[in-house]
């Protein structure tokens, strides 16, 4: 998402865009609204819907349609996924800056989704990395542009732009929601490849909409914002084709000669996830355009960054050692009725819906008395680490693994896991845009991101040891380190406090 205001005028709102501020006709807010959050609840509806049920696919035997993975190396590979999403919407980002638009971003990277999906219903194992591959690609376009799409919907000064985000929220935890429930109970009762197909079948529902709804996004027609000169943007798509068929060609190529396994794969992309970051952070600090205080500013930034990560590596495992542990060690009925176990990462969906307005509420009535954003971000860390430690209760003491813990073991986990969210990313993003250089202050989502693509990458090599230790131990361990982490972070509240001013 690289890109300086000094470089590029961003061209003017063609005739016919509405008029930012000027609609009232969603409960208040403009009509766009509605078309981005209904795009957004079945891009979740069927991305998280497919997620909950992949690391069963992964790890369900051959010969029940499944791909026969141990359970380590499918939460191992489920998590290699996430990382290559979100490495992919920095890339997503910058497209949609310099070549395609919002609009247009968003338009393909849903269709590329959709087309995701439809593949992932085909019932072989070629389809399904296919898909993954469209789906990851689709996701990066989509996901960092329809965020900014919604902000385009607001003049600066509008009062409404916290509700409309709050709102828009709240959309993407109902498709987070409602997802797990439909394909669930399909790959349950019929197969993983009709769990895929519903999420395909959302994705489509939600790029319909879009469609018809285009009338009432601002920059529907526009080009993109700070677009390249015409050479250099026909250099750019040159370079980008040419690199994606260099990669998919080695890729072939060193798989075909049996160096590229699929291990080395999700060791690559660990990697990656560790060394961008990294690179981003030094670009930063290195920058003649950074001035001193805000430099001084992005070292606290790197203590909440870490913060992120820690407790994302946490969150992501409730789509992939938590379902693993719910598939086999969990009751799955209540009052005599059966449900699969994917529908309790519906659970993390319905408490942040919940939630998210009552946390709001609450810091809306302490006012100035409200917790510094930096312990609000590690109170989200030490919950997201309780989350993992009270599995350790209903996982000791049995002398096989064949018990099964009660249902309201796994909710209250992620009735611990949704609270700590809310807290942290509401919390988190607002200090990233507030802390960010104003040089980089266009390349604060692609930041965000990052530490989401290194949670995944970090998760990827550590679920390997799911399976091949205890669960009290796996569940202990993690959930501590998480705990320690956000207890260091309100150790250093004093001079974040003072190093973050003015963010509070």
Known sequence: MSRTTAEYEPPAEPPGDPAPGDDHAFFGQPRGLLTLSGLEVWERFSFLGMQAILVLYFADAVTNDGMGMDAGTAASVSAAYGTLVYLVSVAGGWLADRILGSYRAVLWGGVLIACGHYSMAVPTATMTWVGLGLISAGTGLLKPNVASMVGKLYRTEDQRRDAGFALYYMAINVGAFAGPLITGWLGDHKGWHWGFSAAAIGMTFGLVQYVLGRRHLAG???????????DAMRRAVLMIVAGCLVA????????AVGWLTMDRFVDLLTLISVIAPVIYFAVMFRSPRVTGDERRRLRPYVVLFAASVVFNFILFQAYSTMMLLAASNAETSILGYHFPASWYASALGAFEVALAPVVAAVWARMGPRQPHASNKIAFGVILGGLSFLLMVLPTSGHADDTYKMAAWWIVGSYLLLGLGDVLLETSGMSATTKLAPKAFASQTMALWFLSLALANGIQAQVVKVYGEVS????????????????IAVIALAPWLRRTMHPVH
């Open 220 to 230: 529907r027609k526009a080009s993109a914002e700070f677009a390249l000169p015409r």
């Open 248 to 255: 998919a060609a080695l890729a072939g190529l060193l798989a």
């Open 471 to 486: 669960h009290p131990a796996y569940f202990g361990v993690n959930g501590a380190v998480a705990v320690v982490a956000g």
